[in-house]
């Protein structure tokens, strides 16, 4: 599978054949016993990838607390993200980050979901930063961000920091059926 091997991105950044297949875009579109054996080898990829990630905890609980985003995220699928939120009790309202696309020179589109995950990773550095590990302009990666912030739903949840985050690892447990990955560190 395609790569790149960046060891300042989080691995969905250097896996984005994985991470940015069709079959981990939503919930499972595949039909024949071909894509589903496909779709299982590309989520066990991802799920390695994100059980191993450094902003897994930061990254689960933007996923599920802030935004309804699209594809594979924090070892999840999107109806995975709506089980543990159901199982938490809590509603965020979804929105179509993923649809904001640009056009980097080589005439490849970026997620904003991507720079949103860079953003995340890299708080401290310029944005230039970003538009440079995307090889994007810095104007695209202003008007994703910019897109993404507009489009932040309100969330619907009652004070998550609060109330739902510390209940996320054994809801996320519940839901996936899998150690959340503090706990296997922990153990480690
Ligand atoms: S946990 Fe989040 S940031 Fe880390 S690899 Fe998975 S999707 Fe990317």
Redesign the pocket.
């Known amino acids: 599978m395609n790569r790149t091997n960046d060891r300042n991105l989080?691995?969905?950044?250097n896996l984005r054949a994985v991470?940015q297949h069709p079959l981990l875009e939503g919930d499972s579109t595949a039909a024949t016993p071909d894509e589903q054996r496909l779709e299982r080898t590309l989520q066990a990829r991802?799920r390695a990838?994100?059980s191993s990630?450094p902003?897994?905890e930061q990254?689960?609980e933007n996923?599920i607390l802030d935004h309804d985003v699209a594809g594979?995220?924090?070892?999840t699928t999107p109806r995975q993200r709506s089980r543990i939120r159901a199982y938490l009790g809590i509603k965020v309202r979804p929105d179509d980050l993923g649809s904001f696309a640009g056009i980097i020179g080589s005439g490849h589109q970026i997620a904003t979901q991507d720079v949103i995950?860079l953003r995340?990773?890299h708080p401290d550095q310029p944005l230039s930063f970003i538009a440079d590990r995307l090889g994007c302009s810095l104007s695209t990666v202003k008007r994703h961000l910019r897109r993404a912030r507009d489009a932040s739903p309100t969330p619907h949840h009652k004070d998550p920091s609060k109330v739902a985050a510390p209940r996320l690892p054994a809801a996320y447990e519940s839901v996936t059926g899998r150690p959340h990955p503090s706990r296997t560190r922990l153990a480690a």
């Not at 989080?10 to 950044?13: D, G």
């Open positions: 989080p691995s969905c950044a991470f991802a990838a994100c990630c902003l897994f990254c689960l996923a594979f995220v924090a070892g995950r995340r990773a």
